[in-house]
């Protein structure tokens, strides 16, 4: 049995309608289950990036990134493990406001855990977390004694360590060869 690792695929695209769902078939075809997921505008103007968690082997990896890759709407994909990048995901927490006002413990847990309030009425409380997923999972754990109403996290954010924007070095080369032309 190979071990798994956790990896992070970045996907740099033009915005296309349906180009998500063949993402996702070419995860499938490899029997590669997407444990997160986040889309949005990068730093490039009209380029946008996708931010996808899978576990697998390397050699694994390497193809699914070259198959995404092939894709005529893809610009570039990229793979990383985790001492590669810098990520966080945010959490966000619904619990009873009357158990957050009779129990000074939930308090304590929101200024232990770094967290923030975001929302208070009379019958709930928005508590968000930003941090790893072990991180937010153990504030839900503590929560959850306080009859959490709601929990959800986002999918992972993610920039790598490199100094330089890859996708950027591609795209420059890419107006290098038609300006050849």
Do not use: W
């Amino acid at each position: 049995m190979t071990d798994k690792t956790l990896y992070t695929v970045t996907v740099y695209s033009e915005n296309q309608v349906g180009l998500l769902n063949q993402i996702s078939i070419i995860f499938t075809r490899r029997q590669l289950n997407i444990e997160s997921l986040s889309v949005s505008a990068s730093a490039i103007e009209g380029v946008h990036k996708f931010t996808i968690t899978t576990y697998s082997d390397r050699e694994t990896i390497e193809k699914l990134v070259k198959q995404i890759e092939k894709r005529i709407d893809i610009l570039r994909a990229f793979f990383y493990t985790d001492d590669e990048i810098v990520f966080q995901e945010v959490a966000l927490y619904k619990v009873p406001t009357d158990k957050l006002l009779d129990d000074k413990h939930i308090e304590d847990l929101v200024r232990k855990h770094n967290a923030r309030i975001l929302e208070v009425n009379r019958t709930y409380t928005v508590i968000e977390k930003s941090g790893h997923t072990d991180e937010t999972q153990a504030l839900f754990e503590e929560l959850s004694r306080y009859d959490v109403m709601q929990f959800v996290r986002s999918g992972r954010v993610a920039i790598t360590k490199s100094t330089v924007e890859h996708v950027s070095i591609f795209l420059k080369e890419q107006q290098y060869r038609q300006a050849k032309l």
